[in-house]
């Protein structure tokens, strides 16, 4: 029961254009969403998160939207740098939760 | 403050060896999770505490499986009679909450790999 999917493995964009990165999720109950960064041979690092009482949250060149109605939030970062290259896990929680639930993660590739 | 450390980095066993992970959290942070993440997979939860009492279990974590957090500070995870599935990157994160959100520090992990 896959309650949060990212359903594109991989994305290749041009350094200075900009990065989109989408997330569906299933469960209702979700109110809290958040993005991270994975490098290899490291943990997952906390870019990013909104609340479901928002529809937009940014931070510098981060920013991420929530399409409650969808079920779909998207992470957009422009412009986008050669070191944002990674892998991108999309993660929620309900209230009272102790746990995320991730994605998949979808591997970003910035071309120079 | 060093982050969350996880030893040993890199584990290779033969299947059936019993295996043991260790945990350090932020000293802050009294939450404290495991996860397993496989190739191509997001991290899977196992288990969280808070403080020294576990509070939440998956049914990914089988009998095989136990965790422990004495006093309420470092974590351990040991997986007996290891098989090949139980290869994996383990994960260990302790967590605060940001602006609402629970916001979880990861660590570098501990690979399994089961012979």
């Known amino acids: 029961d896959q309650q949060v999917k990212q359903n594109s493995p991989s994305l290749s964009v041009q350094e200075g254009r900009i990065s989109i990165l989408n997330c569906d999720y299933t469960?209702?109950?979700?109110?809290?969403f958040l993005w991270y960064k994975k490098y290899p041979a490291e943990g997952p690092t906390f870019l990013i998160s909104?609340?479901?009482?928002?529809d937009k949250n940014e931070d510098g060149r981060f920013t991420v939207f929530l399409n409650k109605s969808a079920k779909h939030l998207s992470l957009h970062i422009v412009p986008s740098q050669p070191g944002d290259s990674a892998v991108y896990f999309c993660?929620?929680?309900?209230?009272?939760?102790?746990?995320?639930?991730f994605g998949q993660g979808t591997r970003l590739t910035i071309n120079p | 403050d060093t982050g969350v450390s996880q030893n040993p980095r890199h584990k290779i066993t033969k299947r059936g060896q019993n295996v043991t992970f260790r945990c350090d959290p932020i000293?802050?942070?009294?939450?404290l999770y495991w996860y397993r993440q496989t190739l191509g997979q997001g991290p899977e939860f196992l288990t969280y505490?808070?403080?020294?009492?576990?509070?939440?279990k998956s049914r990914l974590l089988s009998d095989r499986f136990s965790a422990e957090r004495p006093k309420g500070s470092f974590s351990t995870l040991e997986i007996q009679r290891t098989e090949q599935g139980d290869s994996a990157m383990y994960l260990c994160?302790?967590?605060?909450?940001?602006?609402?959100?629970?916001?979880?520090?990861f660590g570098a992990g501990s690979r399994l790999t089961v012979l």
């Open positions: 993660a929620a929680s309900t209230q009272g939760a102790q746990k995320l639930v």
């Open positions: 000293s802050e942070h009294n939450r």
């Open positions: 994160a302790s967590s605060i909450r940001v602006a609402g959100a629970n916001v979880l520090t």
């Open positions: 505490f808070q403080n020294e009492a576990q509070l939440e």
């Open positions: 469960n209702s109950m979700f109110d809290y």
């Open positions: 909104i609340s479901s009482i928002k």
